[in-house]
Every structure is written in structure tokens, then in C-alpha cells.
């Protein structure tokens, strides 16, 4: 495999979408410290290093179902994925070469974000608070081990697709579905059990009376409410979402979902592309 | 015979559709074996399996005498290039970047090779340009040097001639001889350009339909398809002693039957055949070209 990983690692040094990625990632980790400050001075309130600052845990999802699709889904357009078969590299072989090489470029454009975001942000915004500081190296963790599960569910899915037009598709579109269903939960969650009691006046006494609380129709309850927050710490988007926002409970859960994810989703990957007819 | 490959009743259904029906087939060592077939009769489908890109549904083959059950497959197939309907190669690399690429998917410790490759497909002049700014026959060039990286002793290519203009037929011509006599490379060309082929081959295996109808050698071919008279005597012993005083080549079918390959008038057949008593019932001239072959061949007409 080392001959592999060798071979993909020189190409992915002249990958166009590479290259794109961890510039757009460098450039993200510019801009949010930037307008933070540019907020900041604009309204005169204190905003910390750590507001926005794991934000990128939403675009390295979009980024790596962009990478994956487009790198790997070249091997099927240019037909350069029978030369590693015919070489007599064994499909697992090949299968892992490129999840560890995908895996290790959404790594980089992370870093290239963390590093961009840091060298901008310290000397605008000054470090994280000491409170915060733990939960942000949490978060941070918890979003590099959720970036393999998304590099595995797309590398799985380029792979298995031989048409890069496909992939891309499938990959991009999925990959939104589950930030919007993530986004969707997350919204189920927030929801209030009761609808907030309010206070009137009525125009013939002018006292204030008050109306008792109501209980909000949109509220999850019960067996449903157990499974979506099951829902909320399991799936990616749902993690990312909790990631950005810095407000995520449960790293080491997520962490071993995420972690679960990328191994069943890889050796289903493995499975069924060891079946594959490769055209 | 030392064989490259032999395939032994292999079959391939996709869903509902059979591609390959027990199909076999014999590559001898050093040969330039062209496999004839028309469109969509099992020939890229057959290479895919060989190349280790699909497995078969039932049946084997061997390569260099490993079959494709057995886990050394993979060490085998190291000994094979391959270029499988279009060329394998990053368009947006270089001629030597694809190269270099390929040096590293097989693990070569140096690129020291490369030059002599790039001269050899004739693609040393193309410098920085990109291989999607490549002619066809440059990009089927490239598949070729490709394929060779490694030294391999036995390449596979699957309509190389596909879209090239004269001049690029006649390269990829003359690299594959090159390879055929300078390095002993075998060859298992497949194509539908018969005339093309008949320039190259040794060996010929005609499939249709999924199997293989004819396997059989430039030289048995060339002697089917010679040029000759076909006769039917009353007395073949006759005929023989006659054609024997005559010193005509010749060869005999049935006792009614021959064929004469030496040019010679048909007055002067005959009178010596009637000194003998024998007479000529029937007598006509047949040739056959590769393409007249195969249209009998996959007509039905048997040549066993």
C-alpha cells in the first residue's frame, strides 16, 4: 500500500481542488476573526477569539464531499483506477489508499483554517478565555474525528460511483441534506415545552394580568424526543451543527459515533467495492 | 507450447445478460494474438477479467500458469501492461508526470527508465504540454508507454487502432512490432480493423457471441485463405500421379478432392489428367481474405 499512499500523496501536491480547498479554508479562517473585529469596534462590545471560531467544522463537511468526489471520481474519468488494478494492487489496498489520502488532505485544509484563524485572530481579538480555552480544544478534536466520518462516507461513495458527474452530485447533495436535517433537529430540540406565559393590560382596569403558559405544539416529547437527540449527538450534521456553534455536550459520544461511522461505512465500502465491475 | 494465458470455459452474466459463454482460448509465449470479434461479442469484457478489473462468473484462466483463484495472481499480474478501451492517464499531467505516476504505482525505486519509454512511443519532443492537449494517437501512445512501465512481458490492448487517423495506425504498428521483436513482448490485440491485424498477427482466436468460434495461427490461416483450384475427380490416384510428374503443390481432401496451389492453366491440367483416365467433373478457383474468413467463421460455416 505504501506504493499506493506514494503515488496518491505526489498527485494530491497538483490537485487543483486540493489546492482550492486549503485556500478557501485559509481564507475562511481570515474572514470570520476580521468581521468579528470589524463587529466589534463597529458596536463596541467584547467578542472572543472562540465566538465563530469552530464555524469551519461546517464548511470542511461541504469541502470534503467536494474533494473526495472530484479526486477520486478523476481516477474513474481518466480510467487511471485499472492501472492500480492491473499493477496487482489489491482493491482493500487501493480502497484505503485513498480514504488515508483523503483523509489527510481534509486534515490539511483544517489546519490551514486553525492556522489562518489563530495567526488573524490572536492579535485582533487576543486568546481564548481560560473558560473557554478546554471546551474550544474539545470541539476541535471532536471536529477533526468528525471530519473521518465524512471523508469516509464520501470516499465510500466516490468510490462505489464510477461516473465522477454522479459522485460529485451525490456526494454535495448528502452532504447538505445532512446539515439541513441537522439544522432541522437541532431547531425540534430548541423548541420551548411550554409557549412563554405573557402579561396585559386590559384597557378597563389598567392592571397588569397575565395569561398561563401554553404547551407549544412544535415540543418533543417522550420516545420521539429520545430518538432525536440520539439523532443529534449520531449523525454528522447534526454534530457539525453542534460543533460550529461550539455548544456540543457530548464530545466523547459524538466522537465514538463518528468513529463507529467511519468503520462501518469503510468496510461496507471495502465489501461491496471488492464486488465491483470496474469498467 | 509455453502459453501467456489460457482461458478455460470462463462465463460472465451481468444480471440477465451472458457476455461470455465458456469461452477459451490459448495465448502462446512471444505471439501477437489478435482477437477478432465484432462489436459487443465479449472482447473488452474478456480483457477486463484477464486484467483482474471484474471477475469471471464461472470458469478460469491462467496467467504464466497461475490461475486466477490462486492469491499470487496479483504478483502475476506484474508482469502484464494494459490498455483497456481508452488510455489510462491524468489529462492534466504531463506525458512524464503520467509516467513518473505509474513508476510509483508499481514501487520502481528510480525514474531512470522513463527517457528511453518516452523515445520508444515516440513522445521524448512533448515537454510540459498536457496530456489532454494530446491527438488521439499521442494519448494511445502514452497508454502504451503506460503499460510498459516495469518491463512487462506480456501486453494487453484493446482496440488500439480505435479513432486513429492513417498515420497513427501505422505508429502504433510499428511500436508493437518493435516490441514484439526487440523486447518479446506478447501481444493480445483485440480489433474489428481486420486488415490492420493481418498486418501484425501470429495467432488469431475469432469470437463471437460470447465464445470463442476459431483459434487458429497466422501461418494455418494463410494457408486456408491461399489462393488455389479446387477440383473434383473421378480418380484421385490418378490425379495425384499426374500432379506429382507435374511437380504442382497440392493437397488432397477426399477421394474425389484437391486443391492446387502452383499457377497453372487449366488446358494443360487436363490433358495429362485424361492420358490417366481420370476425369474433372468439376473445377473452380477459390481465395479468401482474413475478412471473407471471418465473415464464413461468424456465418456459421465450420472450419474444423
Given at each position: ?52 471560531f469552530c464555524l469551519y467544522a461546517f464548511f470542511m463537511a461541504i ?196 468513529i463507529l461511522i467511519a468503520a462501518v461505512v469503510t468496510g461496507t ?11 | ?50 486484467c483482474g478489473l471484474q471477475t469471471p462468473t464461472s470458469g478460469s ?244
Amino acid at each position: 500500500m505504501n506504493k499506493l499512499l506514494s503515488a496518491n500523496f505526489s498527485r494530491l501536491k497538483k490537485d487543483i481542488s486540493f489546492r482550492i480547498g486549503i485556500l478557501y479554508m485559509f481564507a475562511i479562517g481570515i474572514i470570520v476573526p476580521l468581521s468579528n473585529f470589524i463587529t466589534m469596534k463597529k458596536y463596541g462590545y467584547t467578542i472572543s477569539l472562540e465566538s465563530g471560531f469552530c464555524l469551519y467544522a461546517f464548511f470542511m463537511a461541504i469541502l470534503s464531499s467536494v474533494f473526495c468526489s472530484l479526486f477520486i471520481g478523476t481516477e474513474y474519468n481518466d480510467g487511471t483506477m485499472r492501472n492500480k488494478l492491473i499493477a496487482g494492487h489489491s482493491r482493500t489496498a487501493v480502497y484505503f489508499s485513498f480514504l488515508i489520502v483523503s483523509i489527510a488532505a481534509i486534515f490539511l485544509m483544517c489546519l490551514a483554517y486553525l492556522i489562518s484563524s489563530l495567526c488573524t485572530g490572536i492579535p485582533l481579538l487576543g486568546f481564548f478565555s481560560d473558560a473557554a480555552f478546554p471546551i474550544v480544544l474539545g470541539h476541535i478534536g471532536t471536529i477533526f474525528i468528525l471530519a473521518v466520518a465524512f471523508t469516509s462516507i464520501c470516499t465510500a461513495a466516490a468510490m462505489l460511483c464510477q461516473n465522477k458527474a454522479a459522485t460529485a452530485t451525490v456526494c454535495i447533495l448528502g452532504v447538505f441534506i445532512f446539515l439541513f436535517f441537522g439544522a432541522y433537529i437541532r431547531a425540534r430540540l430548541e423548541e420551548p415545552e411550554y409557549d412563554q406565559a405573557y402579561y396585559f393590560e386590559t384597557e378597563e382596569t389598567s392592571e397588569a394580568e397575565s395569561a398561563p403558559p401554553t404547551p407549544n405544539p412544535w415540543y418533543v416529547s417522550g420516545t420521539k424526543r429520545q430518538v432525536y437527540e440520539f439523532l443529534h449527538d449520531f449523525l454528522p450534521g447534526n454534530q457539525a451543527m453542534q460543533l460550529c456553534t461550539l455548544s456540543a455536550d457530548n464530545l466523547w459520544k459524538m466522537s465514538f459515533y463518528s468513529i463507529l461511522i467511519a468503520a462501518v461505512v469503510t468496510g461496507t465500502g471495502i465489501y461491496v467495492f471488492y464486488r465491483e465491475n470496474i469498467n | 507450447m509455453d502459453y501467456v494465458l489460457t482461458v478455460n470455459a470462463i462465463s460472465k452474466s451481468y444480471k440477465r445478460f451472458q457476455a461470455l459463454k465458456n469461452l477459451s482460448m490459448h495465448v502462446p509465449k512471444g505471439a501477437v494474438y489478435g482477437f477478432v470479434g465484432k462489436n459487443g461479442s465479449g472482447k473488452t469484457t474478456l480483457i477486463r477479467l484477464i486484467c483482474g478489473l471484474q471477475t469471471p462468473t464461472s470458469g478460469s484462466y491462467a496467467l504464466y500458469g497461475t490461475e486466477n483463484t490462486e492469491e499470487s495472481i496479483q504478483t502475476v499480474r506484474k508482469r502484464i501492461g494494459a490498455v483497456v478501451e481508452t488510455p489510462s492517464i491524468y489529462l492534466h499531467m504531463t506525458a512524464e508526470e503520467n509516467l513518473k505516476e505509474q513508476y510509483r504505482i508499481l514501487g520502481l525505486p528510480s525514474f531512470d527508465g522513463i527517457g528511453e519509454i518516452l523515445k520508444l512511443a515516440g513522445l521524448d519532443n512533448t515537454g510540459k504540454k498536457k496530456a489532454k492537449h494530446f491527438s488521439l494517437g499521442m494519448r494511445q501512445r502514452l497508454g502504451i508507454a503506460i503499460a510498459l512501465c516495469g518491463n512487462p512481458d506480456f501486453l494487453i490492448l484493446d482496440e488500439p487502432a480505435n479513432g486513429l487517423d492513417p498515420q497513427g495506425i501505422v505508429e502504433i504498428r510499428e511500436l508493437i512490432l518493435k516490441l514484439n521483436k526487440e523486447r518479446q513482448i506478447t501481444f493480445l490485440i483485440s480489433s474489428h480493423i481486420l486488415d490492420e491485424l493481418s498486418r501484425l498477427a501470429t495467432h488469431y482466436g475469432f469470437i463471437d457471441n460470447g465464445h470463442i468460434v476459431k483459434e487458429i495461427s497466422a501461418a494455418d490461416l494463410d494457408r486456408t485463405c491461399r489462393k488455389c483450384l479446387c477440383l473434383e475427380v473421378s480418380d484421385i490416384r490418378a490425379f495425384a500421379l499426374a500432379a506429382d510428374q507435374m511437380g504442382l503443390e497440392y493437397h488432397i481432401l477426399s477421394d474425389t478432392q484437391a486443391e492446387i496451389f502452383s499457377k497453372i492453366t487449366i488446358t494443360k491440367l487436363i490433358l495429362p489428367l485424361s492420358e490417366k483416365g481420370c476425369e474433372v467433373l468439376s473445377i473452380h478457383e477459390r481465395e479468401e481474405s482474413l475478412e471473407s474468413y471471418y465473415m464464413s467463421l461468424i456465418g456459421g460455416k465450420t472450419h474444423e
